[in-house]
Structures are given as C-alpha cells and as structure tokens.
C-alpha cells in the first residue's frame, strides 16, 4: 500500500497571483506593450481599441503579457447593442490604482 507523500503540498486549487500584496511590474521594451500602457495610463478602453492603438489583433493576449509582468489591468464587461441591436457584454480594459503606481515607479526607475 503506498502512504502519501508528505514532501508535496496537498493543494489542488491553481497557482492564483495574489494582487492584494506588493507586485512589482518588471518593465518592458515591446513596443506595443508601451502603445497600450500608455493609452490605459489615460483612459479605460474596449478591445478594438486596445487592438488598434496597439497595432495588433491580439489585444487580450498583450493584457495577458501584461499581466504576467505583474499589472492586474482588469477586464469589465460592459453591456451594449451590437448592430442588430442584440445585447452584447464586450469587455472594457483599464489600469487600477495600483497598476498606475506600478508604472510610474517603473518609469523613474527605468535605465535609458
């Protein structure tokens, strides 16, 4: 009969980042990651936007590069009509507090 093993943690749930503690945003030269985080340094935008701004037609996988980085940069699912006036929740990108801290701290700190 085989006894667990003690040495690995019993956890099942999936590694979650815990936002609520200091997370350090590591930068990056891309420059579609700096098209976008300057537009969401100014105003909240929807994925076409983001899309657009950034030059790509990957907006969601840029916030996930993002994310990775260590900015939170939530998604909020706004309701709307889409051309056949059918209701649609399309999500809107923006930066938290925190994110904004996180950049500007970045952008001092910055070598060049």
């Not at 040495?7 to 200091?22: C, D, G």
């Not at 950034?54 to 996930?64: F, R």
């Not at 930066?95 to 001092?108: H, K």
């Amino acid at each position: 009969m085989k006894t667990p093993d003690s040495s690995k943690p019993e956890s099942s749930a999936p590694n979650k980042r815990n936002f609520t503690a200091t997370v350090r945003f590591i930068g990056t030269e891309n420059l579609r990651h700096l098209r976008v985080i300057q537009a969401l340094m100014t105003r909240p935008l929807p994925r076409e936007q983001l899309d657009s701004i950034a030059g790509a037609s990957n907006g969601p996988e840029l916030v996930a590069e993002l994310r990775r980085r260590g900015l939170e940069t939530p998604c909020t699912r706004t309701k709307k009509q889409d051309r056949d006036l059918f209701d649609c929740w399309p999500g809107v990108y923006h930066f938290t507090s925190a994110d904004r801290r996180r950049v500007n701290y970045w952008l001092a700190h910055r070598n060049g």
